[in-house]
C-alpha cells in the first residue's frame, strides 16, 4: 500500500531562497521516493482569513503552483490542486466542525496568540478574531484528513494542528465508524534536520525581518542585487577571513558539494575578498535555479498552460474526495430517501463487489488491471507513460462497459469481463 504525504502553502507571499532549501527541495526529493504518494496543495482558503487583498492572493497562487512545478515536481506522479478547486473540502471541513469541541480551539495557539495581542492593546480578547481564524485548525484537518494522509511535514510551530486532526479524525471514528476506520490518523513529521537558511543579516530568512533572498521573482539580477546586500565582517582583500558563522558560508553550503565547501573555506582563509565570495555566489546558485527560474517565467507568462496543469490536478483529487465524500455522508446519515437501510444493516447487506487497482510499476509505466469479487484477475492494462491516461481508460470502461480496441490484456473471457463492468454501471 503506498504511503500517503500531504504539503500545503497559503497562497499570500511569494517563495525565496529558504523555503527552497528548507521546504520545496527536500519535498521534491521525496515525492520521487517510491511507494509514496504525495499531495501538494495551494492553500487558498487559509489564505483568506490572513489576507484581504484578492489580487495578492491570487497572484501567490499563480507563483506558488509555478515554483513547485519549475522545482521539479512532476504532475503526473503527484496531485497538485488548488485547496479552492476541491468542494468536498469545505463540505467535510462542516462535517468535523460538529463533532468538534469548541474548548479544543480554545487552545489553539493562533487563537490565544491573538487574543493576548487584543487584551494587551487594551481591546476585547476576540476584538480581532474572525470565526476562519477560530476555525482554522478545522479545516486544515479537512485538507488532511480528506485524502487520509499518513504523514504531514510541518514545522514545529504546526505539530499542533496535526494532534488536532488525529482528535478531530478519532473522534468521527468513534461516532460514526461502526468498528471502521473512515479515516486514517495523520503523523506530524517534524525534520530535526531541516536547513534553515539566514536571511541577509544572518537572522532566520523571513518576510518578517525583510531579510529575504528571492527565488524566482525579480530575474538574476535580484538574486544577485540580494547576494551584494549579504551582511559580511569588515575584513579586506587579502585579509585571511574566519568563515564560521557566517551567513554568506552558511547560504553557499545549501547549494555546494562537500568539495565545493571545502575549496570556499580555504579561499577565505587565504584573503578571497568578500565582494569575490559574494560573485561565487552568485554563480553557484544561479547555475542551479537559473533552469527553474526558465520554466518559471514560462508558466507564468502562459496562465492557461498552468491553469490546465491544476485542473488536471483537481480531478484526480475529486476522484479520491469525492467518493470519500460519499461514504462520510452515509456515515452521518445524509442519505437519498430511497436508502433506508442503517448503517449497520447496509454493512451487513453489503455484496463483495469487483474493483479496479491502478498503480506505477518498477519501470516507471502506469498500469490497471480489474480483479472480480472473488479476486480473480480479469483483464490487464498494457502499458501507460502517463497516469491520467490509465485513470480515464479505467472511467470509461466503468462508464461505458467493455470498449473494443481497449489497451488490455484480456485474460477472462469477454463475457466475463462485461459482467464485471455491468456492475459498475449499475452503481
Sequence with gaps: MSHRVLTGITTTGTLHLGNYVGAIRPAV????????????????????????????????????AATWIAAGLDTDRV??????????IPELTWLL???????????AHAYKAAVDAAVAAGEEPDANV?????????????DILMFNAHRVPVGKDQVQHIEMARDVGQRFNHLYGRGQELFVLPEAQVDAEMELLPGLDGRKMSKSYDNVIPLFEGGAAALKDAIARIVTDSKLPGEPKDPDGQALVTIYDAFATPEQRAAFRAALRGGLAWGEAKQQLFALIDGQ???????????????????????AGAAKARAIAGPALQRLREAVGLRPYTSTATTATAKAEKVAQPVFKQYR???????????????????????????????????????????????????ASEADIAAALAAFQED
Design 79 to 88: 496531485t497538485l490542486y488548488r485547496q479552492s478547486d476541491i468542494p468536498e
Design 361 to 411: 510499476e518498477a519501470d516507471g509505466k502506469f498500469y490497471f488491471k480489474l480483479l472480480s469479487a472473488g479476486g480473480e484477475l480479469l483483464l490487464q492494462s498494457q502499458a501507460f507513460e502517463q497516469g491520467r491516461d490509465a485513470g480515464q481508460w479505467v472511467a470509461r470502461l466503468k462508464r461505458e462497459g467493455w470498449v473494443a480496441g481497449a489497451p488490455v490484456e484480456r485474460s
Design 29 to 64: 526529493a521525496a515525492s520521487r521516493a517510491p511507494g509514496v504518494e504525495s499531495f501538494f496543495f495551494m492553500a487558498d482558503f487559509h489564505a483568506l482569513i490572513k489576507c484581504d487583498e484578492p489580487d495578492r492572493i491570487a497572484h501567490s497562487s499563480r507563483s506558488i
Design 130 to 142: 474572525s470565526m476562519g481564524l477560530f476555525s482554522y485548525p478545522v479545516l486544515m484537518a479537512a
Design 97 to 107: 466542525t460538529c463533532v468538534t469541541a469548541k474548548g479544543q480551539m480554545n487552545r
Design 289 to 311: 535555479i537559473g533552469p527553474m527560474r526558465a520554466r518559471y517565467e514560462h508558466l507564468m507568462a502562459h496562465p492557461a498552460e498552468l491553469e490546465a496543469l491544476l485542473q
